[in-house]
């Protein structure tokens, strides 16, 4: 069979040739347990083979494709750990459900991949699973979203987002806003629609903004209700809060799909966001359509967070592979995305 032209870069003392996982897959029937997927295998002439001594194997436990944000970190993960870069990657999307993802670390562990990555759905829970692997010696790489864990060495490193700064950014930003518009003083009212209840991007978004807030006794926290991070929650939650307040100045959405959601819902109800006297929309994220509803004046401000951990988490792979240093944590560089400054990038966004 034709050897891949790879990096040489695979040294790891549990490396797994991709030629054996091929003939596992074929003897349990395709799938080795239920929900694991194994990427296609190509040559450069076009043709599928599964041999190589030296891929790096990946096991990555995605959880879920809740979001178009979640879409384009599963396609920047999956880019950068391509064949051709040198790496098999074993893809699980564990569809917002903690249980899946420790069956799926369970199954990278008894595959005896070289590597662990982990999108955490929620913070706690991770200490069993993740002493499982450090037990059997695979290195355990958090990607996007924290865990709470009493023993850090239970993972190699984190590359990710910093929430809590993303949410007092965006605290910063009404704190300015409301300066300029010469309401600092009055009296404003807020609802958050947080993401999935648990997860590091719901609770340091939450605090982050709570600390900008808990300076200002004039912020009043009408209501914080789950949206889950979708769209459609977003919109239902929406409807809800409405329906409960008729007094809403200030709409926080953790992530850019609950504010299209929200959108939705207050579309259906006739009132207008952005604008003067309108209200006030913040949110996360910062995908493409996103920053076409700042540009049109729809979003007031939109937070950004970067998806694009694909190319840091496979330099962290090979700097791990070649010995060197590596940190314990990455944070992806992030903007604040306004009216004024959005015009030069939206042409470029790739989520
Ligand atoms: O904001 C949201 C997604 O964990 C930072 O999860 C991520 C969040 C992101 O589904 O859209």
Redesign the pocket.
Known sequence: MEILNLRGIGKSKYKVTALFMGIVMLLCGCRPFSGLTVSDVNTEDGTETMSNDSLISVGFSQLGS?????SANTESVKAALSTGNGFFLIFDNARQKQEKQFKAVRGFISQRVDYIVICPVIQDGWDVVLSEAKDAGIPVILL??YISVADESLYTTFIG?D?YAEGASAGKWLESYLEEEGIAGEDINIVVLE?TSG?S?QAGRTKGFGAIAARHMNWNMLASANGE?TQAKGKETMARLLHEFDDIDIIVC????MAFGALEALNEAGIKTGGKGEKVLIS??GTKQALELVEQGVINVDIE?NPNSGDLLSKVISDLEDGNPIEKTYYMDEKVFTKENVSEYIEDRNY
């Open positions: 809740e979001s178009t944000w979640r996007d979203r987002e929430m993401g997860s991007a991070f953790q992530n850019d799909d996360f994220d967070c």
